[in-house]
């Protein structure tokens, strides 16, 4: 925004900053000059572009690129116009220049593999893109806040903690961060899951280091594995379907709103092939790669049940499968999650909030929806870099907190219940039943479950093991 005095910028949300220039700053009257200022101070927006360029005079975007063809703005304007339309202006090819990065790397984490496809000579331009524009293509900007993050060592930070506890307790913690996260990943869709499913799920994660499951067949094969039998899909969704809530019985208040299924297949296969192209990509860390394929699948919502386990599945997938998992460990990331809502809520809301003012939809009587108008490019081109700064804090959270507190619970437990054993030679299964029922009732035994449970302790027993778990484990 150009103004009248100096420069000024106010921060709004979610890293979006307001820039206000002096009138010295002032484009042109063009659309075309314009649209170079936007490259030049605001970065790309390749949603926004591809509809401006729907609307623009191509003759005149034509003349203006012609009257400086090699200069950077107009030959990524050029690029991007028949990238995002697929239709080529009556320009030649160049035949000469240096070729320039249609994104910057100081601005944006950018792929670096030198692939033919993509090195462009026609505008001498190398697409250095995390993606592909005509299937999924996120941006992630290089924010002070992920260049801070980008520079901790999350593996040795992890090992710096677990140091500390012995290797035996260390396999002992693995089967209850497996369940921690389960339990968590559940309870972040307000679900409450039997034994079955509970278990299903913990046997998924522990197959999360071994396999790559981010391809159709296999998403399909897990997605059957932890939802109810009843809501399994052989594909993905052929409807529209959408997050609410039901305000009154009459009115539905829209929470976020999935891509058309007719735009779904596209979107899902361009995701996969990101995923695999980040891969083999050295140039963007492994937590930009989880976030990029794991938020792109919850915002795309291909299934119609398990999508909010699937994205965190994916998480864990990709953290393990690259390698920032020291062997042995597992991060509840969902445990991070759900004892941060607001920053979780955040990381969804940063895209969804947006989008339904975007978007015309309809809902009749039965609570169907229908959309209009063409809305792929939204769901095709997200800026994802509040996404990925939200779970390097998620990851930095689980080492922090959730696994110390896990470890130290484990510790805890094992003093607690040597004490108990030297007060009353009990089985394992009752000790561990009056630790829990103590627990949860802040160290001491309720009078009903001693009756149930523990009528042969006497007085004096009783007092010493409640003073025991309150001294080793604090409820």
């Known amino acids: 925004m150009v103004g009248s005095s100096g420069t000024r910028k106010l921060v709004i949300q979610d890293g979006l900053v307001e820039t206000t220039y002096p009138q010295s700053y002032w484009p042109g009257d063009l659309d075309e000059n314009h649209l170079e200022f936007a490259l030049k101070y605001d970065g790309i927006n390749l949603a926004t572009l591809a509809l401006i360029f729907n609307v623009i005079d191509a003759g005149s ?28 202006l ?11 990065d249609l994104l910057e790397n100081k601005l944006y984490y950018t792929a670096a593999w030198l692939g033919r ?15 592909g524009i005509s299937g999924f293509c996120p941006v992630v900007r290089r924010t002070e806040r992920l260049s801070e993050l980008e520079q901790i060592d999350i593996p040795e930070r992890c090992r710096e903690i677990v140091a500390a506890y012995p290797p035996e307790l260390l396999k002992r913690a693995l089967s209850y961060l497996y369940r921690k996260e389960t339990r968590a990943s559940f309870e972040l869709e307000h679900l409450q899951p039997d034994s079955s499913r509970t278990e299903k799920f913990i046997a998924l994660l522990t197959k999360a280091e071994h396999r790559d499951f981010c391809e159709k067949e296999l ?78 699948f919850v915002f795309l919502h291909p299934f119609e049940d398990g999508n909010g386990r699937l994205h965190r599945f994916l998480i864990h997938n990709i953290l393990s499968q690259r390698g920032l998992v020291p062997e042995g460990l ?65 990851i930095l959270k689980t080492i922090d907190d959730e696994l110390k507190k896990e470890l130290d619970f484990l510790v805890g437990y094992d003093s607690t219940k040597k004490a108990l054993q030297e007060i009353v030679d009990m089985p ?34 009783v007092e010493r093991m409640e003073s025991a778990i309150r001294m080793n484990y604090a409820p």
Not at 71 to 83: D, N, P, Q, S
Not at 90 to 100: F, R
Not at 373 to 394: A, H, K, N, P
Not at 430 to 456: M, P
Request: charged letters at 25%.
């Open 330 to 394: 597992m991060f509840p990331v969902s445990a991070a999650m759900l004892n941060n809502p607001i920053l979780y809520e955040r990381s969804l809301e940063a895209f969804s909030v947006p989008l339904l003012k975007l978007i015309d939809y309809e809902l009749d009587e039965s609570g169907e929806m229908s959309v209009s108008g063409q809305t792929g490019i939204w769901y095709r081109c997200i800026d994802m870099t509040v996404q990925v700064e939200s779970l390097y804090e998620f």
């Open 61 to 88: 975007l034509c003349d203006w690129i012609a009257s400086k063809p090699t200069g950077k703005y107009a030959r990524k304007l050029w690029f991007l116009y028949e990238y995002l339309t697929g239709h080529q």
């Open 219 to 296: 998403l399909i094969e897990i997605q059957n594995s932890i939802v109810d039998y009843r809501y399994r899909d052989t594909d993905y969704r052929h409807n529209q379907n959408y997050v609410g809530e039901t305000v009154t019985p009459f009115q539905e208040k829209i929470h976020y709103i999935s891509p058309k299924p007719e735009d779904l297949a596209g979107l899902m296969d361009g995701l996969v092939s990101v995923h695999k192209k980040l891969k083999r990509e050295p140039a963007i860390p492994v937590v930009v790669h989880a976030a990029i394929i794991s938020y792109g």
């Open 428 to 461: 394992d299964r009752q000790i561990d039943l009056f630790i829990r029922v103590c627990r949860q009732n802040k160290g001491r035994l309720s009078a009903t479950k001693r009756a149930s449970h523990f009528a042969a302790l006497t007085d004096e027993e």
């Open 90 to 100: 009556p320009l030649p090819d160049l035949s000469q220049g240096n070729y320039i």
């Open 117 to 131: 496809s993509e090195l462009l000579q026609r505008q001498r331009i190398f697409v250095n893109l995390p993606g």
